[in-house]
């Protein structure tokens, strides 16, 4: 069956989660890979994904800055669920950054830190997929607010999937506890968002729970997920597997 994008679109807005990756993996097979950066929305995906496709493909924009409790839950995440987490690395080296830009570039352009660091091997790896599956929240900045669980990517040009887009940190949690998944003991010491070692702190009490990423910058994304509040879905057609939208089982949820 061949169904446009906006079609589709609009009846995932109903599905649950695991709904949504399994439509995707039907659909796009070995075409389509999840980003992480093994926040704890990431984490809730890696198991449900796994649960569903024991074979899915998991990468990481590995940008040499990372906390080294990231790095370990790295290894937990690779031995617990059996998979092999592709890292992508920048073509340019921090030692070669620093040459070229000076030191501690991300004290004074963290817009083009992330760009060279995170954007750029993003763009690379996304260049050779249909679909990229995301753990963004609608809730968590205001470039995200009119996520869809199923989208057309207008930066990266293809097919993105955000499983989570209408959940709350209170339900990620949930999902966390309930099935003992794995998470970065950060996020314990006030830490519910983490990136890189330099651009990364606690949040204090009262605080956005972002608050803590680019401190003293108005800068809450690092340029991977931009806004389609009025992005035109293109007309593209999938072949949609019958059946990939049923309901999920109990022991799935």
């Known amino acids: ?37 093994f926040g704890v929305e990431g984490m809730a995906l890696i198991d449900m994904a796994s649960r569903i496709n024991p074979n899915v493909q998991v990468f990481t924009g590995d940008t040499e800055f990372l906390f080294p409790e990231t790095y370990d839950l790295i290894d937990r995440v690779e031995k617990r669920y059996g998979i092999k987490v592709e890292r992508l690395y920048s073509a340019v080296t921090p030692e070669e950054q620093e040459m070229e830009h000076g030191p501690e570039l991300w004290k004074r352009n963290p817009d083009r830190c992330c760009g060279i660091r995170k954007v750029e091997p993003l763009k690379n790896k996304l260049a050779g997929l249909r679909a990229w599956i995301t753990a963004i929240r609608r ?35 949930s999902y966390i506890h309930k099935h003992n998944v794995p998470y970065n003991p950060m996020h314990d010491r006030d830490y519910p968002s983490i990136g890189c070692t330099h651009c990364t702190r606690a949040v204090k009490p009262g605080e956005d729970s972002r608050a803590g990423r680019w401190a003293g910058f108005q800068k809450t994304e690092c340029g991977l997920h931009a806004g389609n509040k009025s992005a035109r879905i293109p007309l593209v057609h999938l072949d949609v597997p019958l059946g990939v939208s049923q309901s999920v089982t109990a022991d799935e949820t």
Do not use: C, H
């Open 139 to 173: 809730d968590q900045t205001s470039a995200r607010a009119y996520a869809r669980k199923i989208e057309w990517d207008i930066k990266f040009q293809l097919v993105k999937i955000n499983p989570l887009a209408d959940w709350s940190a209170p339900m990620v949690w």
């Open 1 to 37: 069956m061949r169904e446009p994008l906006e079609d589709i679109q609009l009846r995932s807005e109903s599905w649950k989660p695991e709904e949504v990756l399994r439509w995707a993996f039907a659909t796009f097979g070995d075409d389509v890979a999840m980003a992480t950066g």
